[in-house]
């Protein structure tokens, strides 16, 4: 597949597309159905279809697998430290209510955007890396 | 439909046509989830189990082959468990409460009340699921985010790293088990 | 209409059970992971079918409607899936090792191969 | 901050896990794991001593008030099991760090911890929270990382026990949704005690009764009782030293710490136990559970399997207690948990020293080990002794308890049997005894044989010395054993 | 020093005794002076508790609570005082023939030997001041496993099998039977203390207490009741002061002690005499008597014949437990401290044949006397004793035993020791017939045999002189078994 122009150029014009539609639903999460667990896998899509046509190779460039083992970590050291915050401002453990101390409406959104976001690192991250493993072994096995 | 499908993959010895029947397995759940009202599911099912799962289970058969051995059709004793399973949650669901009855009583328990009355002023969104996802039942998210990685660390320590040689009785016991 | 919903519960059933018994009774390790796969499925439906309300429609507030189909069992469901992919995830990848170390996903021929 | 400490009894190590991931150094990965896992010990204590003063704890997740939100939730019980679960965890983690360096891949050395944290968190999780659904969440995150641990042991036996387990694993899991989803969709709560109230209240139904059988079922199978059990045996005989250390010793007990709640706190003892007849069923199975797996490990060769019969053995001896439903039977139950787990921690342990050093556990290749690596062997011999039930080690007290819980009851038969099997444990260990002690050395490579590296011995005397400290001093383990029980049979009368 | 602390030390002294010679295993003989040294000091401690008891003084001392309900607890009493004495007198005594006999004998692991010997005896001294029967059963078990790598001390496979017959059936018999009798009792009164009179009058019907004696008579495997005897031959494979002290001092005695106690203070002689499986077990017990009479007959081999002995003399005091009256009990308590000089003596005797001439069976002895006359005259008179005629000590504890029968009416058993002492004169007496009277055998003419190293000799002389001493002065072990009464 590595070869075909088509789908090469395809790719890198849908790509871009797949990754802002996944922000979307990142986004529009609080209106309509979606949020940071689909977002995150769209997200991985997105880089999957990459993979598929640039080959492995290439992809691990752009985004080695550490830094997806990163962000895999990151996303719930992001959700855990929301928690850790609200703690620290004197609420329970993700009582959003106390991100902001005037306006606890706000507090919510605010909490709920950030661990969206955890939720989004982590599930790109973790998809990217089991993507790779099971796509690499093969060079492993031979 | 979906029994359908399911029979289908029970009968197939050709995994890669397993696999795929399966996701269609999952999209045809999606549907339904969407006819029950849960969007957010459908989204979810639909990319999970239509789309990661069969591509891992694609990766998977890459590696490990796709053709399945032929054996005995039927296997009397799983056969046996799984129908005394069916039949006790038959039994069970005799006494459930009405499909689609608005008077049952998990809508009418304070959680859901307070859930569809005062999720939009207290968290300010619309989308319930979402509030009660990330809010409310926010520390199970938290739980699921971490399962997740879990999954990535366990992936990561059975895949990574050379491939070991295939060896029996590295060590332990020589009389086998 | 309680036979029709009784009727629902029970295809949920059934469709559970095909995927036990796949999980059980087969002997290819990558079969008993689809096995998997539909019995939670078939569960999740189980569990949004509770939810559900005749005429109501999706959790997602809206001045036009009134009646909206319970969400606990959305959000319970969407954790379970998510859980559900992980085991998923972890099965295959014991199945690629299995396959390197014993060169066969057959449980049976495993077996005979550490007698 | 001490009012956050039951949630932060789990963040604590959940956090450290990423950490460990990041830092991608196996070495300061194990000093998070080290300083994690002993920093949740004393969290552990300070929540049992809270406990003791002010009763149950409640802490609610993210501010909201239960059933709303997901409560947290610590009597007596929980924080005996938490002081349990904690403890082996804060003596295998600097086991693990001389271990794992001998067992597994350097560049997987940070993963480990990791997984191993995680493990640790979930199982602190299921122990703290009040929230049904809740349960089978963190019940995921510690079978996951379960799974990933035992398939890292050498032997490619590993991948095949851990793929058992998982199916087995998430058959139960699976189980146990379906049981909490026929609750659910009964009452429309998952709190805990918001169940415990709205069960009673029901009308006489079908559906109640099928999940109680659904989650016992599912929890049976996680705590593998005879006969689910038969994930169990490969899974501790083939997983690295640490993990069947660390999984033997809690895993299971926290799946019994499952079966207690479910029994006691949500369908309350007088419908699982009068009504459902619980009694009746467990009974039975414990005790072929205990005969007949005694009687298995007495012909096992290799030692680790043949401890790893042993647990089932000991699991039946625990689910005993609780099936005799007696507030002597449940103590006797409860301690049993506790000390069962000190003492399989410490066998497994000496086990893994030698592991260290012969790369086998055979009893044939540890013949004349006892001059070798005594201090090891010795540690092996106290954990044995209390196995057993010999007085003065923990282990005794917690079979006088059965058997005067059994005696209660009327069942001398039972009581007759438990001695018995006492009996079988000592052929089975007498065994490894005879040919440790009095057996000539076999190996050909006999100067290179050792004593175990102090990394790996000191954490094995520390739980052998509480095997010995609780079975002199057994005030504090039966004081919070028999006010759990107290406390659990009170709920529902 | 106070009279508690007295009692602490005591159990602790064979401990630490233990461990000095652990540490001074290197320089034999430190170790073996170490070994005689802490025995001294033991008994002499021993005997410092006589005078305060005289006074009435019964102080118990509570160690350490294992759970709220079980505790470790030491008291003394009358019955408890006289083993603990015997057993730390005889240790000086076995100490000083164990230095002769593995020196000459050129035994391996010496420091093993004396060492788990030590805890041995730490463990009688525990079951002997034990104030509860959880505290008893401790120590109980302790003299178990300790002793095990004394009776496989050579480490052959015939040793490692008898030490399996051994553990097999004295653990089997503890754990099955005693512990479970324990527990039940527990559950039944409530308690474990030792207590006048019983703890379990009036708890349950009689059929419960009647099986409950049942258990603890055959659970004390260490009282070698038929048909759990099997032990008491196997482990005479070890070296002979092992089969001396223990299996003809400390280990059995422990058995038949514990029976006694059991019988006095948990069930109290008069509800025990009530009980409707007491007249049989009595009789099963006088079966013993005689079927160890009889199968001693059979052994050619010295050492088996003295245990089969030690099998019938034992549930002499079995018997007298269960004859349940005052005669009985002080003639049971005393046989304790006669069976035990004799029989050590006798062991004495044979060991020191063994080591002098290397032989074990008794047709090979013949005329062996000449060589040896020391010897073999001690040999005389631990017979006597076990005998039960004057001038030796047996016949004190044999005469108010036979009391106790006619006192419990039950002339029958009083027939059985009859005819039991008389084919103990028959087995026993052949010996030194046969050593003194029977001309040597052509092939031993000038082999050079001489009697054993004088550790051994005065050994001997030591317990020997004890047993007709107690004969002239029985006048202390009655007062003691009095004092039971008195309490």
């Known amino acids: 597949m590595e070869d075909n122009v088509i789908l090469r150029v395809a790719t890198k014009i849908l790509t871009p597309y797949i990754l802002l539609f996944a922000l979307y639903v990142q986004f529009h999460g609080d209106y309509g159905p979606g949020g940071g667990f689909q977002a995150g896998v769209i997200f991985a899509a997105g880089f999957v279809l990459y993979t598929l046509i640039y080959g492995l190779e290439t992809a691990r460039r752009v985004l080695p697998l550490k830094f997806a083992a990163l962000c895999g970590a990151l996303g719930v050291l992001i959700y855990a430290g929301v928690g850790i915050a609200t703690m620290m401002k004197g609420g329970e453990f993700l009582n959003y209510n106390y991100l902001d101390s005037h306006n606890a409406e706000h507090g919510q959104h605010l909490g709920i955007l950030l661990v ?22 093969r060079d492993i096995q031979s | 439909m979906l029994v359908i499908t399911a029979l289908i993959v029970v009968r197939l010895e050709n995994l890669f046509t397993v696999a795929m029947v399966t996701g269609i397995y999952s999209l045809l759940s999606a549907v339904f989830f969407t006819l029950l009202d849960a969007v957010d599911v459908a989204f979810t099912e639909a990319a999970v189990g239509a789309g990661i799962s069969t591509v891992l289970m694609l990766g998977t058969l890459s590696l490990v082959g796709h053709q399945q051995k032929k054996r005995k059709t039927v296997q009397w004793f799983p056969l046996t468990i799984v129908t005394i399973t069916g039949l006790l949650l038959m039994y069970g669901t005799l006494d459930i409460p009405p499909f689609g009855e608005g008077g049952n009583p998990i809508h009418g328990h304070a959680t859901t009340v307070h859930y569809l009355e005062e999720s939009s002023h207290e968290t300010g969104m619309p989308n319930v699921v979402t509030s009660v996802l990330a809010s409310y039942r926010g520390y199970d998210t938290m739980g699921e985010t971490t399962v997740i990685f879990t999954a990535m660390v366990g992936v990561l320590l059975l895949m990574s790293g050379r491939k070991r040689k295939p060896s029996k009785d590295v060590e332990g016991d020589p009389s086998g088990r | 209409m309680n036979a029709m919903g009784l009727l629902n519960y029970w295809f949920v059933i059934v469709l559970m059970m095909i995927g036990f018994y796949v999980l059980i009774a087969q002997g290819n390790l990558v079969k008993k992971i689809v096995g998997l796969n539909i019995f939670q499925t078939s569960v999740f439906v189980f569990y949004i079918s509770m939810g559900k309300i005749t005429g109501a429609t999706a959790p997602i507030l809206d001045s036009d409607w009134s009646v909206y189909s319970n969400p606990l069992p959305h959000v319970l469901i969407l954790t379970a899936i998510v859980v559900g992919v992980a085991t998923t995830a972890l099965g295959l990848s014991l199945t690629v090792r299995i396959h390197e170390a014993y060169g066969s996903v057959e449980e049976d021929e495993i077996n005979e191969m550490d007698e | 901050m001490m009012n956050h400490l039951p949630v932060l009894q789990v963040i604590i190590p959940l956090l450290a896990a990423p950490l460990c991931v990041i830092v991608r150094n196996g070495q300061i990965a194990g000093v998070i794991a080290v300083a994690s896992s002993w920093v949740s010990l004393w969290m552990a204590w300070k929540i049992f001593q809270l406990v003791q003063v002010a009763g149950t704890i409640s802490y609610n997740l993210g501010g909201w008030l239960a059933p709303v939100g997901i409560e947290y939730r610590i009597d007596t019980l929980a924080a005996f099991v938490l002081i349990l679960v904690t403890l082996v965890g804060a003596v295998v983690t600097p086991y693990a760090i001389t271990s794992v360096k001998k067992e597994i891949d350097e560049s997987k050395e940070s993963l480990f911890y990791a997984a191993f944290l995680l493990c640790l968190s979930g199982l602190l999780g299921i122990v703290v929270t009040g929230d049904i659904f809740n349960v089978f969440v963190f019940l995921e995150i510690s079978s996951l990382s379960a799974y990933a641990l035992i398939a890292l042991g050498k032997d490619r036996r590993a991948l095949i026990a851990s793929y058992q387990y998982l199916i087995m694993g998430s058959v139960g899991a699976t189980f146990i949704v379906i049981g909490i989803g026929m609750l659910y969709v009964m009452t429309g709560s998952l709190n805990m005690a918001d169940l415990a109230i709205l069960l009673p209240e029901l009308p006489s139904n079908r559906i109640i009764p099928v999940a109680f059988a659904f989650l016992t079922i599912g929890v049976c199978l996680k705590l593998a009782l005879f006969p689910l059990h038969v994930w169990l045996p490969n899974a501790y005989a083939y997983a690295p030293s640490a993990v069947t250390a660390f999984i033997a010793s809690t895993a299971t007990k926290v799946a019994i710490y499952m079966l207690l709640r479910i029994c006691f706190t949500i369908f309350g003892p007088d419908f699982s136990f009068v009504k459902m007849q619980l009694g009746a ?21 290799n030692v680790k399997r043949m401890l790893a019969y042993s647990s089932l053995a000991q699991i039946g001896y625990i689910v005993l207690g609780i099936s005799l439903f007696t507030n002597t039977g449940l103590t006797a139950g409860i301690l049993h948990l506790f000390n069962h787990a000190v003492i399989k921690g410490s066998l497994f342990m000496a086990l893994g020293c030698v592991m260290y050093r012969l790369n086998s556990v055979d009893l044939e290749s540890m013949r004349g080990l006892g001059k070798k690596m005594p201090l090891t062997m010795g540690a092996f011999l106290v954990g044995g002794f209390s196995l057993i039930g010999v007085p003065f080690t923990a282990g005794f007290i917690s079979k006088w308890y059965l058997i005067q819980g059994a005696l209660e009851k009327g069942l001398w038969p039972v009581a007759l049997l438990v001695l018995m099997t006492s009996l079988m444990a000592v052929v089975y260990i007498w065994r490894v005894v005879e040919s440790v002690y009095f057996s000539e050395f076999g190996g050909s490579d006999a100067d290179e044989i050792t004593e175990a590296p102090l990394g790996l011995l000191l954490p094995t005397w520390a739980l052998a010395i509480l095997c010995l400290y609780f079975g002199i001093n057994g005030t504090f383990t039966v004081l919070a054993a028999s006010s759990a029980a107290a406390n659990l049979m009170g709920v529902g009368s | 020093m106070t009279y508690p602390q007295i009692l602490c030390l005591i159990v602790a002294i064979p401990f630490m005794g233990a461990g000095l010679i652990l540490l001074a295993g290197k320089y034999h003989n430190l170790r073996d002076t170490l070994s005689l040294l802490v025995a001294m000091v033991l008994c002499g401690t021993v005997y410092q508790l006589i005078e305060p008891l005289r006074q009435g003084n019964f102080t118990q001392v509570t160690l350490l609570e294992v759970t709220p309900s079980l505790s470790l607890g030491l008291s003394v009493e009358p019955l408890g005082l006289l083993f603990a004495l015997v057993a730390s007198f005889l240790w000086i005594v076995t100490g000083l023939y164990a230095i002769g006999y593995m020196r000459g004998h050129h035994e391996k692991n010496q420091t093993r030997f004396f060492a788990c010997f030590a805890i041995a005896i730490g463990g009688a001294m525990g079951v002997s001041f034990s104030s509860n029967l959880f505290t008893l059963f401790a120590f109980y078990e302790l003299l178990t496993l300790c002793t095990f790598p004394l009776v496989t001390h050579h480490g052959t496979d015939e040793a490692k099998k008898a030490g399996r017959i051994y553990l097999g059936i004295l653990l089997a018999t503890s754990v099955g039977l005693q512990l479970f009798a324990i527990i039940w009792t527990w559950n039944l009164a409530g308690t474990l203390d030792f207590r006048p009179n019983g703890i379990l009058a009036g708890t349950a019907s009689n059929r419960v207490l009647s099986i409950l004696i049942v258990l603890f008579v055959f659970g004390v495997g260490k009282a070698a009741v038929m048909p759990f005897h099997r032990w008491l ?24 002690f514990t029976i006694l106690k059991v019988a006095i203070y948990i069930f109290g002689l008069d509800t025990l005499a009530q009980l409707g499986s007491t007249p049989w077990l009595r009789w099963i017990v006088a079966a013993t008597i005689i079927l160890g ?11 088996a014949r003295l245990a089969y002995s030690t099998i019938s003399q034992l549930s002499y005091i079995v018997l007298a437990a269960l004859l349940a009256n005052e005669f009985a009990i002080i003639g049971g308590g005393m046989h304790i401290a006669m069976h035990a000089f004799g029989k050590i003596t006798l062991f004495f005797a044979a060991g020191s044949v063994l080591v002098a001439s290397h032989k074990t069976n008794i047709s090979d002895m013949k005329g062996l006397g000449r060589r040896m006359p020391l010897t073999f005259a001690a040999f005389f008179v631990g017979s006597l004793s076990i005998i039960g005629v004057p001038p030796a000590g047996g016949a004190w504890s044999k005469w108010f035993l036979g009391l106790g029968t006619i006192e419990a009416g039950e002339q029958g058993l009083l027939a059985v020791l009859m005819v039991s002492s008389l084919l103990s004169l028959v087995y026993l007496l052949e010996v030194p017939i046969r050593a003194f009277f029977s001309s040597p055998e052509p092939d031993q003419e000038g082999t050079g045999i001489q009697e054993a190293p004088w550790p051994c000799l005065l050994a001997m002389g030591i317990s020997g002189g004890m047993t007709v001493g107690l004969f002239l002065f029985p006048d202390f072990l009655y007062e003691m078994m009095t004092m039971v009464f008195a309490a």
Request: glycine residues 6%; positive net charge; aromatic residues 8%.
């Open chain 5, 293 to 303: 009479s009889l199968v001693a007959f059979t052994k050619d081999n010295l050492k």
């Open chain 5, 233 to 256: 031959p196997a482990a005479m494979v070890a070296p002979t002061p092992v089969s001396a002290l223990l299996h003809a001092v400390a280990v059995v005695k422990v058995g038949v």
């Open chain 1, 116 to 137: 969206e976001l955890g939720v989004l690192t982590t599930v790109f991250g973790v998809m990217v890396v089991i993507f790779y493993s099971f796509a690499g072994r």
């Open chain 4, 281 to 301: 069923i467990l009974l039975p199975l414990s005790v072929i559970a205990i005969f007949s797996m005694s009687l298995v490990a007495i012909f096992q060769t």
